[in-house]
């Protein structure tokens, strides 16, 4: 008679018990980081990342090289021309000597990149794991320079890939500022020719790195989220790891435990109180911001109602950091357009600041990337669409 007791408690101990330790050790600065940043998962064993053509570029058409950080710490990256641009010097560019620069301002895909005065900069800010060539993020690539004029610079994070060091949230966000400061103050772009565009993670280093520029007197071109969250404890605690096994959602049965949980978060990617903050500061100096808000109803990773958090505080940043929620639920209503069940478009304008909320019904947490809205979401803080879109 006790067996039969055995197997029901094993299959109810057991779970509780990795979710235990998992807790104690996510409790433990040390591994929290490793489970948030996952940096240490990658294919670089058997990718390497410095032959791009792998990932169907062109030959010579990314240079690999490296940035360094202003704390010590040596970031790769990829520069990545657009390809009409590639075609009218394949000649010359296939000649050069491939894979890592250790100069890249020596090379013909960095004079046309800095001698353009027209040249438009998309700088790519990805989620966590992987390198800056797994997964969708070569597919995000193509899809903004395979048919257009963008030149894209791709950043591996401190820890991530080849770059040095160990991620945490004021590492990320001076790793994402080196790669500003390289393309203002090395490249030649002006400011107004970036756009800074983050997905999952890297929406919560963007917001960081524009509201660093932002408090300089600093206006990109634009500023894209996709698969954003409002901040890092929030949205754990109704995470799901690929949308099947919970993080801190077991814990809502007791408040108390929830918000003892939330406390021990030590990177807290507060990113709907920055996106505030960047609209104040903007606004206060009557400076320019786009900023677009971009997700899929059905991403299973990060829910795409946190975008709302994210849009309300920004919009919130218009009126001093208050709003009443009844005022702005309706205002909201009265500036969205539906185009289906799982798709609207709700644009907030005031003066040179656009805030702009895009749900889309497919794409999932990382395939959107090189769906149409993310190439149109640049194209519109360009200024390249219709001016009424």
């Given at each position: ?137 070569p597919a995000t690539y193509h899809a903004l320079t395979d048919t257009s004029q963008f030149h894209v610079l ?236």
């Open positions: 008679m006790k067996n039969s007791y055995i197997l029901p408690a094993l299959a109810f101990g057991v779970p509780v018990g990795i979710y235990t330790l998992f807790l104690g050790l996510s409790a433990v600065p040390f591994f929290q980081r490793h489970f948030l940043y996952a940096h240490k998962i990658n294919t670089l064993f058997w990718h390497d990342v410095n032959k791009p053509e792998h990932w169907g570029f062109a030959k010579n058409q990314v240079t690999p090289f490296h940035l360094k950080t202003v704390d010590g710490e040596t970031i790769y990256a990829w520069h990545v021309l657009p390809l009409p641009l590639y075609g009218q010097h394949q000649q010359e560019l296939i000649t050069q000597p491939a894979g890592l620069s250790g100069d890249i301002t020596k090379t013909l895909n960095f004079k046309l990149l800095k001698e353009d005065p027209n040249s438009r900069l998309v700088i790519s800010l990805h989620g966590n794991a992987g390198h800056v060539a797994q997964a969708v993020r791709a950043i591996d994070y401190r820890g991530y890939g080849h770059s040095t060091g160990t991620p945490s949230e004021t590492g990320l966000v001076l790793d994402a500022t080196a790669a500003v400061d390289w393309a203002i103050n090395v490249a030649g772009i002006p400011p107004t020719q970036i756009v800074i565009l983050g997905q999952s993670l890297g929406t919560a280093v963007a917001a960081g790195l524009t509201e660093s520029f932002a408090k300089q007197g600093v206006d990109f071109a634009g500023v894209i989220l996709v698969a954003g969250f409002s901040s890092l404890p929030t949205m754990l605690s109704g995470y799901s790891i690929a949308g099947y096994v919970p993080v801190l959602a077991p814990l809502r049965v007791s408040p108390w435990l929830l918000e003892k949980a939330m406390s021990f978060v030590v990177d807290k990617w507060t990113s709907a109180d920055r996106l505030r903050e960047i609209v104040r500061t903007v606004k206060a100096r009557d400076g320019h911001l786009s900023l677009q808000l971009l997700h899929a109803a059905n991403d299973w990773d990060i829910p795409c109602h946190e975008d709302d958090k994210s849009f309300a505080a920004a919009v919130s940043g218009l009126h001093d950091g208050h709003v009443d929620p009844g005022t702005l639920s309706r205002e909201k209503e009265a500036r969205t357009v539906y185009s289906g069940e799982d798709s609207f478009v709700a644009t907030w304008r005031e003066g040179k600041i656009l805030i702009r909320q895009e749900l889309y019904p497919d794409g999932g947490h990382n395939d959107i990337m090189y769906y149409a809205p993310v190439p149109l979401a640049v194209m519109r803080a360009f200024g390249l669409l219709d001016k009424g879109e």
